[in-house]
């Protein structure tokens, strides 16, 4: 399958580094024009130059997305997208019952409000050219509400509910809004995430194996997912390929939920 995002300009949230980078790298490597989403300028200008080093078309756009006036700036820099990749996100662990309200309300600001913002911005556009894809980085944490981060699921849940929302307010428009949840995935950020749950002291390699030992048996593949293993999916879905996909829920899970459903 080839697939050929010529012509298409897409939006990727905070994609300076981890599953974000892959995604950019991904839809860079099949045409897209790439904006390269994030808050310092030099790391959005490192993760441009890494691109256009590959090949691809990529430009960067610094700004906190999390905020009305921060999306506001990255409008006036890009007033329409083809393709709009909700990746930004922020998680911890956190015992249940030390999650403050102010804590709770971060997670819903960055990780919900934020793509909801986005997706109100440019759906219009895309509904108003008759094509379009809007997809959100959600979680296996969205369906396996992790104990020991509980807010951070109920945030990805969360968005589920908001691609299902937006893909029924698009019916009927050639616009697809679709969520992948995304398994146990190996970036840096999870690094740190595996050392605060296992002995700091172990390598690596043992580290991410008495973590998925531990904290995620259910995984069928018994491994940390590679960044561009998510990225796979997404171009996919942003492709012409995936018409008659919309409102879902894909899986890049591992097979860590277990459901015989999407």
Known sequence: MKIDLTGKTALVTGSTQGIGLAIASGLAGSGARVAVNGRTRDRVEAAVSGLRDAGGDAFGVTADVTTADGVAGLLD?????????????????????????????????????????????????????????????????AVVIPEEMIHYGVSKTALLALSRGFAKDAAGTGVTVNSVIAG??????????????????????????????????????????????????????SSPFASATTGGALRVDGGYVDSILP
Not at 192 to 217: G, I
Not at 225 to 235: D, F, L, Y
Request: overall charge negative; hydrophobic content about 45%; proline content about 6%.
């Open 77 to 141: 820099e890009l007033p329409a997208v083809d393709i709009l990749v909700n990746n930004l996100g922020i998680f911890g662990a956190v015992p249940a019952r030390e999650v403050t309200d102010e804590l709770w309300r971060t997670y819903f600001e960055v990780n919900v409000l934020s793509a909801a913002r986005l997706i109100r911005t440019y759906l219009p556009g895309m509904i108003d050219r008759g094509w379009g894809r809007a997809l959100q980085i959600a979680s296996d944490s």
């Open 184 to 237: 146990p995935t190996h970036t840096a950020g999870v690094e740190d995430f595996v050392y605060q749950l296992v002995d700091r002291s172990l390598p690596w390699d043992e580290a991410q194996r008495e973590f998925m030992r531990a904290h995620r048996p259910q995984s069928l593949i018994q491994r940390l997912i590679e960044p561009e293993e998510i990225a796979h999916m997404v171009v996919y879905l």
